[in-house]
């Protein structure tokens, strides 16, 4: 099932729960069709969360109808995707891919708010606060990261780090991984992020990652003995033990 509906001036959020079929897509191609012919663009919000699957007679009506749909995507300013299915937040990725120009940030089921707070335009940023600080005192800057980093937080985050170190002459970094959904590639390949991670390592005498995929905690570990601080990788609940190491 597909319902649509405004939910702002500039917006309007499209329900997507239980199995598709090909009503569903013809009811989602009259309302793009709509919206083209009154030349309204503005943001688009689609909550995959509760799909149960998509018949193959309604993908086949919506391949009909790909380059209405397209001309439509095209004017809008802001797409903002949530699933709780990886392979379905993967194919958006891709699809966000052939629409430059327009705004595509792809959500997870647990960001549903920070997904209709930014197609609101209550938030100026699609992942902004997936980076944070905490106090723990003036000896260890501490930040979390929660949900998915795109370049615009990556350098916030970096920027934040930065900021801390000067304020407070600290030489200790604990990184929380809350909850992790990945990164956007071009905040790997920032200039900026790049150069700023490599400064603050130099500034840096130890450097602990709490939290996190496995993954990132084993290349933690790799890496450490490649750089200039003493990087250590703790678990999700060792956060404790991560600031005694950092304080000792």
């Known amino acids: ?20 079929t090909p009503a569903d897509t013809r009811k989602f191609v009259a309302f793009a069709k709509q919206q083209a012919a009154a030349g309204e663009g503005g943001h688009l919000l689609i909550d995959m969360v509760s799909m149960a699957g ?3 007679s309604a993908i086949v ?10 001309r439509w995507l095209y004017s809008l300013d802001r797409i903002a995707l949530v699933s709780d299915e990886e392979w379905i937040r ?9 629409l430059p120009g327009v705004s595509y940030a792809v959500y997870d089921a647990d960001e549903t708010e920070a ?3 930014w197609v609101l335009e209550d938030s100026a940023r699609a992942h902004a606060g997936a980076v944070a600080e905490r106090d723990v005192g003036p000896d260890v800057a501490v930040i979390e990261l929660t ?11 970096l920027d934040l780090v930065r900021a801390r ?3 407070t002459g600290a030489t200790r970094l604990m990184v929380v991984i809350r909850k992790w959904h990945g990164f956007d590639p071009d905040a790997a390949l920032s200039g900026k992020v790049m150069q700023g991670q490599l400064d603050l390592l130099d500034k840096l005498d130890r450097y602990a990652v709490v ?14 003995p490649l750089v200039k601080p003493e990087v250590r990788s703790f678990d999700a609940d060792e956060e404790d033990a991560a600031l005694a190491w950092l304080r000792s």
Request: net charge negative; hydrophobic share 45%; proline share 4%.
């Open 1 to 20: 099932m597909i319902d649509i509906e405004r939910i702002s001036p500039k917006a309007h959020q499209m329900l997507v729960y239980g199995e598709i």
């Open 54 to 56: 998509f018949s193959w």
């Open 61 to 70: 009506e919506e391949l009909a109808h790909v380059p209405v749909l397209m």
């Open 90 to 98: 993967t194919m958006a990725r891709l699809e966000s891919a052939l």
């Open 115 to 117: 997904a209709r707070a």
């Open 147 to 157: 949900g998915r980093l795109d370049r615009e937080e990556a350098e916030n985050g």
């Open 165 to 167: 170190l000067v304020a």
């Open 211 to 224: 939290g996190g995929p496995g993954w990132l905690r084993q290349m933690a570990s790799t890496f450490g």
